[in-house]
């Protein structure tokens, strides 16, 4: 199982403490399962604590979503993951929006074992579920990415340590979603999220964090807003501290769907949420046990140590057919390095799963991730992988590999680069499938210069109000809903999840899952004829709204 | 029927919960934060041992300075779920600077003991069938902690630099 070539990223290593907590949470959930299959504990009193495990109960079965702390695997760890997808699943797992990996077909008494293998690799189920704070999500391409301020990981590491078994915040009013950006371009939806930190420089040059709250998707979307607009480094636990107690305290208990903070932030309104916090701020500050030295700071930053990349490089792209061509169009982008690439592996093969993985696509991606790309991969919140760090003479080879595995689609960011949740196919909560609508529409738009002529259109879909695949924040939003026991699907126009965040409008009545490929079609007609030189889906809706895309959506629908 | 579970041992309840409309009888009481409010003076001026009791949704910093006079804080749990009294034990031990006791009560889980204890927690109400191995198991279960919180327990962090 081992790989003679496995090699060690610079990524966060756990230490003795480290070890001990993960297996000592393995232990203690091992007796939680005991209690409940003996039956002391009630499903009811279970549940919470097998959903701070990371372990939910879907339509079929049990479902293990396995945190992936920040995006950043090893390639021993997705190994871990393969063996396990291999071993007591069905052969795959599912990335999801969230940079986590579910697990959809798992039986209660392996859940102990699962955890154990996990934490023989470093990793983990803590908080991926329940009220209390989730797993930290942060920018794809941190720590590789040209127009990057600071590398947002080590940030997120220490955030991922103080909110493990927090005792303060582990029953919530709902569950909090933190995720940290480190440029100015947002790739991890920052201003969708409970609370989100943004490395910022200010005037003096320095650099600190702009924090802001109450950003959200679900039935009541919401763009955060700021609460901190430049948080000194020492600072940021004490002033994150003060954000969730003020949250704790009065967010809503009474009514699961108001119980996020992006409510309580829009009942108080933002300037007396700011004032709340900057008070009980000053009273942790005060205490100062919370306190972030510049030496941990620095502790943590020395392991995710940028690797020592070749020197001398060119910075040309090499020759390899018009397929590889399309592909670095899309999915290459600027490296920090000279003559070093990102690149993005989309699992968006027109017909495929959006976001699944086999067992055997997983290990051969570890193999490209140490042969390619210093042993380390990236998971995105849409669904897709990255090897950060590859150099742009490797990239020929990395492309025949991923064309043998069906991932070399050059559609990354493309209109069949598509985020769905996984729908009523898996999810006790959806009330409509999301998948093979996902599957219908990428295939209607699999040719690949009708892709590129379309440029950058973001679709998300979800199969119920919750929001899980993001169709708030999708140019092209999509959200099933149930209408009687049939399936019907909205359309939503002009969301974005990026620094230019928007929630989209809803443009009326519903489709049928036979119309709603269609309409989206005639809906990206409309832009192709209306838009201007350089103009994305999104600014062209932007320009001319609503009414041109609504009238030709519902054109063949009503005839 | 619960017993009195007190800096781990069980310990006989010397307090008598009050309702608010019923006359205080002697001896240490402990009543309702309105009733307090209401007959602070009198409550006060009595002499022996007093103890208020928090809804889940009253803020404890309402007592101010008050409660340093006060041998006993009692925050309820109205079902496991609702986390407020993690943050209003906080806030009593940490920012109000209260030595005395501070119970739990109402519907609290066992897993949820030791992040009582981690909070401010020293004291509570626990059903008759459970035990100080129960107690101790529970506490013991997570040997090291990474955040500060009202415990004063050594941080991973502290730990490391060792």
Known sequence: MLNPRQVEPNMYRYDEFDSKFVHERVTQFAGQVERRLTGELTEDQFKPLRLMNGLYLQLHAYMLRVAVPYGTLSSKQLRRLAHIARTYDKNFGHFTTRQNIQYNWIKLVDVPAILRELAEVEMHAIQTSGNCIRNVTADQFAGAAADEIEDPRPLAEIIRQWSSLHPEFLFLPRKFKIAVGGSPNDRAALLYHDMAVEIVRNKEGRTGYKVLVGGGMGRTPYIAQVIGEFVEKDDILAFMEAVMRVYNEQGRRDNIYKARIKILTNALGIEEMRRQVNIEFAEIKKVGTLQLPQAELDRITAYFAVPAFETGLSDAMPDAGPDFANWVRTNITAHKAPGYAIATITLKTPGQVPGDATSEQMDIIADLMDEFSVGEVRVTHEQNLVLPHVRNKDLPAIFAKLKELDFASPNAGLITDIIACPGLDYCDLANARSIPIAQKIALKFEDLDRQHKIGELKIKISGCINACGHHHAGHIGILGVDKKGVEFYQLLLGGSGAEDASIGDIMGPGFTEHEIAGAVERVVEVYLAQRNDGERFLDTYRRIGMEKFKAAAYETVAA | ?162
């Open chain 2, 1 to 162: 029927m619960t017993k009195l579970l007190k800096s781990g041992a069980f310990a006989a309840d010397a307090f008598q919960a009050t309702a608010d409309d019923a006359a205080l009888p002697d001896g240490p009481v402990i009543v309702s934060l309105a009733r307090f409010e209401k007959e602070r003076e009198t409550l006060l001026a009595r002499n022996t041992p007093i103890g208020v009791r928090l809804k889940s949704d009253e803020n404890p910093t309402r007592l101010g300075d008050d409660v340093n006079r006060l041998s006993l804080v009692a925050l309820e749990f109205p079902k496991f779920r609702d986390g407020r009294a993690f943050s209003w034990a906080r806030l009593v031990r940490t920012r109000l600077g209260f030595k005395g006791e501070i119970r739990a009560v109402g519907d609290f889980l066992f897993d949820q003991l030791s992040y009582q204890h981690r909070v401010g927690f020293d004291a509570w109400e626990v059903p008759d069938h459970f035990t100080i191995e129960m107690f101790n198991a529970a506490l013991a279960e997570m040997t090291n902690v990474y955040q500060p919180a009202a415990d004063g327990k050594k941080t991973i962090r502290e730990l490391r630099a060792h």
